[in-house]
């Protein structure tokens, strides 16, 4: 047998930026939401007791921040909705693809045969919306995948999809 190691042309290389990525729920932003409204909330609220209990802290510096945390809040909703615009997934015949981000965009790629475990969960929030987490575990110290903001079938059938391919895959070897 003799070793082979020809080197390939970038150009002749799949391009995975040409695949047609599915968006997750638009319902998911409002999860993100409430998610951001809820810590905001917590944090006003621990600030104030500390604030209005201290007497070394003026109301107008308690005041200003309150606007502060207020105004980071917003900037916050505003980052995540241009960022929710940019998510999406994709499966192909070998591999699942997430893409995520708005300034440190991201994009994963797991082939299927190195997926060892899928799972699907809920948070409490997000059963409110009918709306679930598909989470793929890798083998070793490899990168995890979290597919957010699924509708919960859409979820169960690319589980069970996957979940066949890792068996044909390690059936194949």
Not at 124 to 149: C, D, H, P
Request: proline share 2%; net charge positive; aromatic share 12%.
């Amino acid at each position: 047998m003799s070793f082979s190691n020809l080197q390939l042309e970038i150009k002749d290389l799949p391009q995975w930026e040409a695949v047609q990525f599915q968006p997750i729920s638009k319902r998911y932003l409002t999860v993100i939401i409430i998610n951001y409204v809820i810590v905001w909330f917590f944090i006003l609220l621990a600030s104030g007791i500390v604030i209005f209990n201290t007497e070394d802290i003026s109301k107008t510096n308690g005041l200003i921040f309150g606007v502060s945390v207020t105004a980071l809040f917003l900037f916050f909703i505003v980052m995540s909705v241009l960022a929710f615009k940019k998510r999406g997934y994709a499966i192909r015949e070998k591999d699942v693809l997430y893409k995520a981000g708005l300034l440190g965009f991201h994009t994963v790629i797991i082939p299927y045969k190195h997926i060892q475990h899928v799972k699907v969960k809920e948070s409490f929030i997000s059963r409110m919306f009918k709306l679930v987490t598909l989470e793929m575990y890798t083998a070793g110290a490899g990168r995890n995948m979290l597919i957010q903001g699924l509708e919960r079938d859409e979820a169960e059938r690319l589980q069970q999809f996957i979940v066949s391919k890792i068996t044909e895959e390690s059936e194949a070897n």
